[in-house]
């Protein structure tokens, strides 16, 4: 069998084939159980394999398609996930809007995790998983687009202050100028979804706070938008804490990596103790991403996925 696949702006043909059309060798090592050959051809592109390959192959380039339109430098991670897409296209992809540029999920978990998040039945959403899965990034997104949408009044980003290696008392200023290093991922997803000018203005207004977990205690927040990033590295006592501070219309996403906590030896950890005991509580969402979506450079997935098989032959 075979079909032919056309753009509805021929003008993009070149960036969905990719360099050396390194975008249609992907397609077809995604679609190699269905002995896709994917050739541009004139004006569009020949798929050539079993009916179920070619037509979800066909999805996944118009799908690809309206990314490029609407972000002609999105890439190879965009076409990955045009393809998760068109193998679920069930599943419902919506779109954060309001910001600097529309965000769109780009993998079936992280749409599951959107949904929570700007859903009405959670008001405590977990997001679980390795690094690069844009647990942090749509999180934070999230929170700026309520700002923007005036579903919140206020955006509150906290973190532990852990060492992961390195000792904070040896860096200068006090504690909220020791721990800006780490609070860096925040700032730039806050950078790419409102405009840095934008984000600086907010944050001197105190619509938007970012501070270290310490700085949460005694508090109520309330009508606000609450992210605790990184809360692998917060204790139970921490946690605890942490989610007792969620007042009247106010909503809180919870992320981190179980895989990378940096706590003393034989200190359990708070997100840990949380996902287990919070489990089926009403009112809580829990998502865990894995190494599938992983969103950076396609080495990443690999490297995560070399890990886990080496933890789990020490664990045998």
């Not at 004139?42 to 690809?64: D, N, V």
């Not at 780009?106 to 959403?125: E, F, I, M, R």
């Not at 030896?265 to 489990?279: D, E, F, M, V, Y």
């Amino acid at each position: 069998m075979s079909r032919i696949w056309e753009p509805n702006d021929p003008r993009l043909l070149p960036v969905i084939c990719g360099p050396n059309h390194m975008h249609l060798v992907h397609l077809e090592q995604e679609f190699s159980d269905g002995k896709l050959a994917a050739e541009s051809q004139g004006g569009g592109i020949q798929l050539t394999g079993s009916a179920e390959a070619e037509s979800t192959a066909e999805l996944a380039l118009s799908i690809f398609e309206t990314i490029l339109a609407a972000n002609p430098d999105a890439g190879a991670a965009a076409l990955e996930g045009a393809i998760e897409q068109a193998r679920v296209p069930a599943q419902t992809f919506g779109t954060l809007t309001g910001l600097k540029v529309p965000i769109k999920p780009q993998t079936n978990t992280q749409a599951k995790y959107l949904d929570l998040l700007t859903g009405t039945k959670t008001d405590l959403v977990f997001g679980v998983g390795p690094a690069g899965t844009g647990k942090t990034f749509l999180a934070v997104a999230a929170g700026a687009a309520a700002l923007k949408n005036k579903g919140a009044a206020k955006l509150i980003i906290t973190r532990p202050a852990v060492e992961a290696g390195e000792n904070l008392g040896f860096l200068p200023g006090d504690l909220e100028e020791k721990v800006e290093p780490y609070l860096r991922p925040i700032w730039d997803a806050l950078d790419e979804t409102l405009g840095a000018d934008q984000a600086l203005r907010m944050r001197e207004k105190k619509i938007i706070e970012v501070a270290p977990l310490a700085f949460m205690r005694g508090r109520t927040l309330k009508n606000a938008v609450v992210i605790m990033d990184e809360a692998q590295n917060s204790t139970i006592p921490q946690m605890k804490m942490m989610l007792t501070r969620l007042g009247r219309d106010s909503r809180m996403i919870v992320t981190g990596d179980p895989g990378q906590v940096d706590l003393p030896p034989k200190t359990p950890s708070g997100l840990a103790h949380a996902l287990r005991i919070l489990q089926g509580v009403e009112g809580v969402g829990m998502v865990e991403f894995t190494a599938r979506d992983v969103r950076r450079h396609a080495l990443v997935s690999r490297i995560i996925k070399a890990y886990d098989a080496d933890a789990k032959k020490d664990q045998k």
